[in-house]
């Protein structure tokens, strides 16, 4: 998630405190451990007014108590210490905490837990994000095909940069901005299944998203700039990627440089639209688990919804868009979340046995920058595997534990 600011600390204490489910998910069900729970769909939420609107909205809509199986799992976030489910499996829900470490924690310890089958489980990672004026707004759904872990790079205060830099921050193993890294780490892209987020996309653009006035009179300051018209329109549902960042950056320099990073890491492909702290982390734990077998990388599906613009609009300073001014979207981006979420959760349900049982096959490249899933990264100059799973990148490797 990207909180709005400090407020939305306080709102999650709140929410806390005032959701009546909460304190009936103290009760624990009794799960054996032989009878592992697979759902068909897991619903990854980053903090609590993610999660509420599902544990609020769907008993009211009919569609179950997601709050009427709690599982404790071992490793995930102290705060957030319970897998909650459907009473029939079918749909389960975590909450990871945080930004990506906690991102990465709850993920691992997740997939690793006996008491989860998750080889079949579509992955709904659902949260509100930072959002790009050039192309969503407030309360917009965004589906992405990528990833991009977009700090992964080195800084230079800005004070202190070479002139000719455009920003601060240039990839590593470069000696200046806008190119792309020769060193990696293997997080800085991650790419999709984009028949299934397409697919994804009909399900979300069903929902009646929600507005309110406030939202829209700060999307009119928008009105007259150039390549902000996405801006000011009502909220809908668009097809664009998800930058992923620990630090909340905010501001047009900071935006843009990150926005640039995002379409040279991707070889032109990405469009920035969503900024996040989670998702890069939470996705290279699905690769490793994938290569173990205990996930399908093709079942994820990443939806951000604009809760405050990343950049001010024409006049406005940094500093007032993020500290002073009411933007107004974290309600409605909230609301939003569950609006497009529960029809693509329910199209799941619903063609479970025609359509996802087995599947959508991909027809693009899936996975991290390594090709560590086989195929060959479409992006960058990418593959350091050229397409081969990389065990043997490790000495002595992981051969040598097996053998
Ligand atoms: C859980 O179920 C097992 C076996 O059915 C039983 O032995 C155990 O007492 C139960 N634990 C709780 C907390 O109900
Ligand atoms: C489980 O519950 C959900 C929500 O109520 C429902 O849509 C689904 O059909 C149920 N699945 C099974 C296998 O009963
Ligand atoms: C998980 O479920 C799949 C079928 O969906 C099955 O083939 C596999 O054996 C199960 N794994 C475990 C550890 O239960
Ligand atoms: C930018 O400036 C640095 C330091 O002044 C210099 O070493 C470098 O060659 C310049 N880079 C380009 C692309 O001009
Ligand atoms: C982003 O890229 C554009 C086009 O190359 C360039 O003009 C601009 O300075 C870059 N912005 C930042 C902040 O790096
Ligand atoms: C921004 O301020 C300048 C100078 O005061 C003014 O000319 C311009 O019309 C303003 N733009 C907007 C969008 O308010
Ligand atoms: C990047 O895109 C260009 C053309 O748009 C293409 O020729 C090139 O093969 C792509 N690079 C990779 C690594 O796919």
Redesign the pocket.
Known sequence: MRPMRPAAFVLLAWYQLTIPGLVAAAAISNVSNQDRIAP?VLIISMFSPEAEVWYIN?PRD???DLLAVNIPTPGLSMRYPHVHC??????CQVTTGEAEINAAATITALTLSDRFNLTKTYFLIAGIAGVNPKHATLGGVALARYAVQVALQFEFDAREKPENFTTGYFPYGTNGPEQFPSIVYGTEVMELNEALRDMAFLLAQKAQLTDNPDAVFYRSKYHDTRGFLAATLGPSVVKCDTATSDVYYSGTLLSEAFENITSIWTNGTGRYCMTAQEDNATLEVLVRMAIEGLVDFSRVIVMRTGANFDRPPPNVSAYDHLLVLQQNGFDIANQNIYRAGIEIV?GI??K?DCTFAKGVKATNYIGDIFGSLGGHPDFGTGSLTEGKRPPSMDSPGRSNLHS
């Open positions: 068909k769907m009919g569609l179950g459907l009473a029939n499996h079918s749909v329910k349900l619903a479970w």
